[in-house]
């Protein structure tokens, strides 16, 4: 599941109150919204979305209207509820490995999908194992 500009979506986010060094959690609010922009940046390796609220509900609502921002990782962890925009059809999912990076290739056998250390599942265990 992908959510994209034009989708309404609605999740729940916790709420802190205080300074960031001794904030408290005070509770939980329900936000609902239309997704206006999204990006990921490269150096961080963020995602971020770009919201219009239509509702909220819960500790410290937010007002309906308001553009807000979100981590990536912050709204599919409390998604409750994903409606696609019909006014565009849907892409089809990037291959594994990711849409934005390029598919590692394995130092030793060539083979596609190698991890940080560039060496693929098989090659790896051999290394583990004190196969050279």
């Known amino acids: 599941?992908?959510?994209?500009?034009?989708?309404?979506?609605?999740?729940?986010?916790?709420?802190?109150?205080?300074?960031?060094?001794?904030?408290?959690?005070?509770?939980?609010?329900?936000?609902?919204?239309?997704v206006t922009n999204h990006w990921y940046e490269m150096e961080t390796g963020y995602h971020w979305f770009t919201i219009q609220v239509q509702a909220s509900e819960g500790v410290d609502p937010l007002p309906a209207g308001k553009k807000i921002r979100?981590?990536?990782?912050?709204?599919?962890?409390?998604?409750?509820?994903?409606?696609?925009?019909?006014?565009?059809?849907r892409e089809a999912p990037p291959p594994p490995g990711g849409k934005f990076l390029p598919q590692r290739t394995c130092t030793r056998c060539g083979a596609a999908g190698a991890n940080a250390e560039r060496l693929c599942k098989v090659c790896w265990e051999a290394v583990k194992r004190g196969e050279a």
């Open 1 to 34: 599941m992908e959510v994209r500009p034009g989708d309404r979506i609605k999740w729940k986010e916790p709420v802190f109150r205080g300074t960031y060094r001794r904030a408290q959690f005070v509770g939980e609010r329900t936000v609902t919204g239309v």
């Open 70 to 89: 979100r981590r990536g990782k912050n709204v599919y962890f409390g998604l409750l509820e994903h409606e696609l925009d019909p006014s565009r059809e």
